[in-house]
């Protein structure tokens, strides 16, 4: 009798795309007189982001953002896009041609035929900002089951629209749309295929849903003014038992296998860029359940802000890019998104073009 080895995915290769114009904190704030005396750098620790440019020549808008991204990660990958067995896009923001909000065709599809991905399946995705991790889940899964070879995961966020609802509409700084001051613009692609070796591998990807939470931030329509709005309740979004969620499945998902969490011997962790006290919160937390000290802990935010979906492979791009990466280490990506969506992404990276 023939047995077949288990298949694995690995991160073949990274791309993102940043709006050129840059906006500091205080000029947002500037923006916004309900504010006051607000230090919203203080609170949040982002210094600046970047912000798309509203005309349409520019290409900053979802789906350009997201084209330049992928074309940047298949620069850097072994293969071509007519290569691809399957695109994914997973944008919450479906901008394009400027402010026209899009739904069909898909963005996949879009992306997928201006790419030259022509034999590629396609299809979108929509899970808040986990909506890329979303994406990379679905196809690692794929790529496991033998049922695609290689594929593109891509979003393009015009995130920076509901901070300027924010700024006509704030009135203090406990409005429900203050979150929306913490966003930026960018757009992120990663290219999966098959692993051949566990130094260069998603060992495991595991997402969890946890509806009772889902209300607590939500992205629609405003009410008040034209455009669209996020409303978040930050005080329950960011207490202790919230935060809590990530490292109980994680460790539940460890504990099943045999293993713990200290024994993973994790190199890096990358939050969700919502903000800097959020992400050392959560790192506090997770070493408190974990009983066991958190890796170093990777961040974009101060210079690019919450940039929703894309937020967990721009700041690893930029990592890698950076140059200090030693081949071979180990990462543990955890996304944080409304529904309320957590989980856990460990890999292991070798040769990631980038």
């Known amino acids: ?140 899964r794929m790529i496991r089951s033998g049922a695609v070879r290689r594929g593109l995961v891509v979003s393009g966020e015009q995130a920076t629209r509901v901070a300027q609802t924010a700024a006509r509409e704030m009135t203090d700084s406990y409005d429900p749309q203050f979150a929306s001051l913490s966003v930026g613009d960018s757009a992120s692609a990663v290219v999966l295929d098959v692993s051949a070796d566990a130094a260069d591998r998603i060992h495991y990807i595991e997402l969890m849903t946890c509806s009772e939470y889902s209300h607590l931030c939500m992205g629609m329509p405003s009410d008040r003014t034209p455009g669209i709005a996020l409303y978040t309740d930050n005080k329950k979004m960011h207490n202790r038992d919230r935060l809590k969620l990530w490292p109980r499945f994680h460790g539940d998902f460890l504990a099943k296998r045999g293993r713990t969490f200290a024994g993973e011997e994790f190199d890096y962790v990358i939050q969700h860029q919502v903000g800097t006290r959020f992400i050392d919160y959560a790192n506090q937390t997770a070493a408190a359940e974990f009983a066991a000290p958190m890796p170093a802990s990777l961040s974009v935010v101060e210079r690019y802000g919450n940039t929703a979906t894309t937020s967990h492979f721009l700041t690893l791009c930029e990592h890698l890019r950076a140059g200090g990466a030693r081949p071979g280490a180990t990462y543990l990506l955890v996304p944080a998104a409304s529904g309320v969506v957590t989980g856990a992404l460990s890999a292991t990276l070798t040769n990631v073009g980038v």
Request: net charge negative; proline share 4%; aromatic share 8%.
């Open 1 to 140: 009798m023939s047995t077949t080895a288990t298949a694995y995915s690995r991160i073949e290769a990274l791309g993102i795309c940043l709006p050129a114009t840059v906006q500091t904190t205080p000029q947002l704030a500037a923006l916004v007189p309900g504010l006051g005396e607000v230090d919203i750098e203080k609170i949040t620790g982002i210094a600046e982001r970047r912000v798309y440019d509203p005309e349409p020549a520019a290409g900053e808008d979802s789906f350009g953002m997201a084209l330049s991204a992928a074309r940047d990660a298949l620069e850097s990958s072994r293969y071509r896009a007519a290569d691809l067995d399957i695109v994914i896009s997973a944008s919450i923001t479906r901008f394009k041609d400027g402010g026209r909000f899009t739904f069909e065709p898909s963005f996949a599809a879009m992306l997928a035929r201006e790419l030259g991905a022509r034999s590629a399946i396609h299809f979108d995705v929509s899970n808040a900002c986990a909506g890329m991790m979303t994406g990379v889940w679905l196809l690692d």
